[in-house]
């Protein structure tokens, strides 16, 4: 490896032993705590901490129980250093901010904001021609997000929810039927894909795991004091994965979905993955032919429409769904 690199990791990881002894100030941390957080051995992590010693970094060693902890003197401040950016590195910040400009109206979309005005204060001025000439090269068109000034507050809840693992109850408008439901949900995590912010969570109505769109059709979410423990074996980045569209090393999937009023009329304004054709037919009803690798995320969303679909074409995908209807029936009884 160079020896700048080789310099250059050193820096990066005595910096976050660093910030991790600030972070944990009350009980410290052990070497074996930190060389898990580098991924390094615990020699290394003995190395770095004798270099910061030496650099006048105040590191005591203590004692919580029986157990040997590393920990900052009481009353030091860790020197945070202020950011500099180069041109580069500004334009990129720039960038960003713009290509998430269709979460606008997000709880951390504001937040993002605030951070990037505090930033913006840090690009030297010599930067601002470079920044404004390179920025023409560019432009992003991602379709807005739709009234999540409304729902952005339900976005907080259901992440309080999450952190605090506690149940929510969430009031909407079904597509299928257009009554008001209501639900109570176990919140496993937040993502977005495909133009939609998305709920996912254990449903107890359904006894599975349901995604909920932050959309106009949900009117309420309510904040529960009942607890819950998600799943050890569940992982929302493996559990994305598995919906329609993704990277899958299996073998295609091809669906005819018929799909009736009032939901086709909710669906005609979708962008869906895998979606290959949409046919209108009489009635309001519309043929959907998806092609797709992802079997278990279209199975989730054709679910997700209700009484109002009718599935036909592939006899594989036809016979999934029917099972996984008459599980749900059974679940309901």
Same mark, same amino acid.
């Given at each position: 490896m160079p020896v700048k690199i080789a310099e250059e990791r050193q820096v990066e990881r005595q910096w976050m032993i660093l910030k991790e002894l600030d972070r944990c100030r009350v009980e410290g941390a052990t070497k074996r705590h930190l060389a898990d957080l580098c991924h390094v051995s615990i020699r290394t992590i003995e190395r770095d901490m004798l270099d910061l010693s030496l650099s006048q970094f105040p590191i005591i060693k203590d004692k919580m129980g029986r157990v040997t902890v590393w920990k900052l003197k009481d009353g030091y401040k860790l020197p945070y250093p202020e950011v500099k950016l180069?041109?580069?590195?500004?334009?990129?910040?720039?960038?960003?901010?713009? &290509?998430?400009?269709?979460? &606008? $109206?997000?709880?951390?979309?504001? %937040?993002?904001?605030? &951070?990037m005005s505090k930033l913006r204060q840090s690009i030297p001025a010599e930067n601002d021609r470079f920044i404004s000439d390179t920025k023409r090269a560019f432009a992003f068109r991602f379709p807005q997000l739709r009234d999540m000034e409304r729902l952005s507050s339900m976005i907080s809840i259901a992440e309080i929810a999450y952190r605090q693992q506690k149940r929510l109850q969430l009031t909407y408008r079904s597509a299928s039927? $257009?009554?008001?439901?209501?639900?109570?949900? !176990?919140? %496993?995590?937040i993502y977005y894909a495909y133009n &939609?912010?998305? +709920?996912? $969570? %254990?449903?107890?109505?359904?006894?599975d795991v349901r995604?909920?769109?932050? !959309? $106009?059709?949900?009117?309420?979410? +309510? +904040?529960?004091?009942e607890s819950f423990d998600e799943p050890e074996n569940f992982d929302l980045a493996t559990y994305t994965q598995t919906g329609f569209g993704g990277i899958r090393n299996r073998n295609s999937v091809s669906a005819l979905v018929h799909v009736g009023p009032p939901v086709s009329r909710w669906v005609k304004q979708q962008t869906l993955p895998g979606l290959k054709n949409t046919l209108d037919l009489e009635d309001d009803w519309i043929e959907l032919h998806f092609e797709t690798d992802g079997e278990e995320g279209l199975l989730r969303q054709v679910l997700a429409w209700g009484s109002c679909v009718k599935v036909l074409g592939s006899e594989k995908f036809k016979s999934t769904y029917q099972a996984e209807v008459l599980q749900m029936y059974r679940n309901l009884i």
């Open positions: 180069n041109p580069s590195e500004s334009l990129s910040l720039i960038l960003a901010e713009e &290509a998430l400009s269709f979460l &606008a $109206g997000t709880p951390h979309y504001h %937040y993002f904001r605030r &951070a039927s $257009g009554k008001v439901n209501e639900r109570k949900v !176990d919140p %496993y995590g &939609a912010l998305r +709920l996912v $969570g %254990y449903c107890h109505l359904r006894k995604e909920f769109n932050f !959309d $106009g059709r949900l009117r309420h979410v +309510l +904040l529960l004091s």
